[in-house]
């Protein structure tokens, strides 16, 4: 019981640029080593993304990585464990959640020409502990698999912030727009995501006919 109170644990969500991957017994991967703002930052995997990683992923891109952040609050030791990655960049190489390749280039090109350029958007959502214990996790997991069903993952990018000052009317979250929004419940999220981002997904259903 004592572990238990003495870890704060958290969902996560961070854009980082890959460095090396981490091995462990001289073959098994166990997790990527990442180069953030505040340094060099290791995160583990999760069982599924081992085993269909993709090796040839370059040194230096930008990737986006969602999962759970457990904090001891006797050491200050923070540990990092990813469950979803996603491409950061709409420049860099696009992978699929455990990273599968990109299809080749002369069966792409024409079409990647043809798809509208959209500016990257950023969702702010507050990671401190009161609008996590009000269902910040959930909300999270929510918006990334909304962007997920719409084809909105290269459009949109997930950013965890500092506390909002608005903790009893948590979860708190702002969207691209600069809107406001407090005490959002995970169910409320496909249809914020259509309100904001629904000439980008209708753009993108367009260019997907083609």
Not at 51 to 69: H, I, M, N, S, Y
Not at 126 to 147: E, L, N, P, T
Not at 187 to 193: E, K, S, T, Y
Request: glycine share 6%; aromatic share 8%; with cysteine.
């Amino acid at each position: 019981m004592s572990h238990f109170h003495n870890t704060e644990t958290t969902a996560f969500c961070m854009e980082a640029r890959f460095l090396d991957f981490v091995i462990k017994d001289g073959y098994k991967l166990k997790g990527l080593l990442l180069a953030t703002p505040d340094g060099e930052c290791y995160v583990k995997l999760a069982k599924h993304l081992r085993a269909g990683f993709d090796w040839r992923l370059p040194r230096g891109t930008w990737l986006q990585v969602v999962g759970e952040k457990k904090c001891d609050r006797k050491t200050g030791e923070v540990k990092f464990k990813a469950e979803r990655i996603l491409a950061a960049s709409f420049e860099s190489h696009r992978y699929a959640e455990n990273l599968t390749p990109p299809p080749q280039q002369s069966t792409t090109s024409s079409i990647e020409q043809s798809k509208p350029k959209v500016a990257k958007s950023t969702i702010l959502v507050c990671q401190k502990s009161d609008c996590m214990k009000r269902g910040g996790k959930q909300v999270c997991q929510a918006i990334q698999a909304a962007m997920s069903d719409r084809g909105l993952e290269d459009q949109v990018t997930i950013k965890g912030t500092g506390c909002m000052k608005n903790c009893k009317a948590g979860p708190n979250l702002v969207m691209p727009d600069k809107t406001r929004y407090s005490r959002i419940k995970a169910a409320q999220v496909p249809a914020l995501i259509d309100k904001h981002f629904s000439e980008v997904t209708l753009a993108i259903a367009s260019n997907n006919t083609f």
